[in-house]
T-cell receptor, first 114, second 115 residues
Framework: NAGVTQTPKFQVLKTGQSMTLQCAQD?????MSWYRQDPGMGLRLIHY???????DQGEVPNGYNVSRSTTEDFPLRLLSAAPSQTSVYFC?????????????FGEGSWLTVV | AQSVTQLDSHVSVSEGTPVLLRCNYS??????LFWYVQHPNKGLQLLLK??????LVKGINGFEAEFKKSETSFHLTKPSAHMSDAAEYFC?????????????FGAGTRLFVKA
């Protein structure tokens, strides 16, 4: 099925470890983004990309890196995990504004940093 | 810069009564506006979207929202609440001007439905 695929779904990390959350979409969308969801704070934008080779910071970028080497993939890297990064992470993609504008989400990644 | 404010962190209604979830936004460009719903421990589901066509937008499960540019609002309504509507609702603004492309979420409104 077409859509946004996010892995892993669950992960436990120790403080200081690094890891990468993978995100892939097969809809040829230019726009992709990563959010974290914390209780009472909704979804906050971490980083986003408007196309291959182009990324920019969102509201809460510190502690995270991204890259966009292909249209399909937009991985999120935690360089040195901290307990404050315990959260649920969502990857999203959407097409151009004249293509319907619907945002598609991955199923989420539950990350715990101990 | 864009922003989204959901005016109520939680709303409680009785089953069969109307639902009103309020959302105000600001945007430098003509925005696209969305409402998403999230049930506990689930992903995000699109309820409806406004993309500069009709200002009254109908979505799934009987929800609708009206885009009011003069009030910069996009409130979500439903005539009669059902128990299955209990969830968290997010108002979302997205713009695609020359300054870039961002999609910002409101903080969410938790809807409680009483029997």
């Amino acid at each position: 099925n077409a859509g946004v695929t996010q892995t892993p779904k669950f992960q436990v990390l120790k403080t200081g470890q690094s890891m990468t959350l993978q995100c892939a979409q097969d809809m040829n969308h230019e726009y992709m983004s990563w959010y974290r969801q914390d209780p009472g704070m909704g979804l906050r934008l971490i980083h986003y990309s408007v196309g291959a080779g182009i990324t920019d910071q969102g509201e809460v970028p510190n502690g995270y890196n991204v890259s966009r080497s292909t249209t399909e993939d937009f991985p999120l890297r935690l360089l040195s995990a901290a307990p404050s990064q315990t959260s649920v992470y969502f990857c999203a993609s959407r097409g151009r504004p004249n293509s319907g504008n619907t945002i598609y989400f991955g199923e989420g990644s539950w990350l715990t940093v101990v | 810069a864009q922003s989204v404010t959901q005016l109520d962190s939680h709303v409680s209604v009785s089953e069969g009564t109307p639902v009103l979830l309020r959302c105000n936004y600001s945007s430098s460009y003509s925005p696209s506006l969305f409402w998403y719903v999230q049930h506990p421990n689930k992903g995000l589901q699109l309820l409806l979207k406004y993309t500069s066509a009709a200002t009254l937008v109908k979505g799934i499960n009987g929800f609708e929202a009206e885009f009011k540019k003069s009030e910069t609002s996009f409130h979500l309504t439903k005539p009669s609440a059902h128990m299955s509507d209990a969830a968290e609702y997010f108002c979302v603004v997205s713009e695609g001007g020359t300054g870039g492309f961002k999609t910002i979420f409101g903080a969410g409104t938790r809807l409680f439905v009483k029997a």
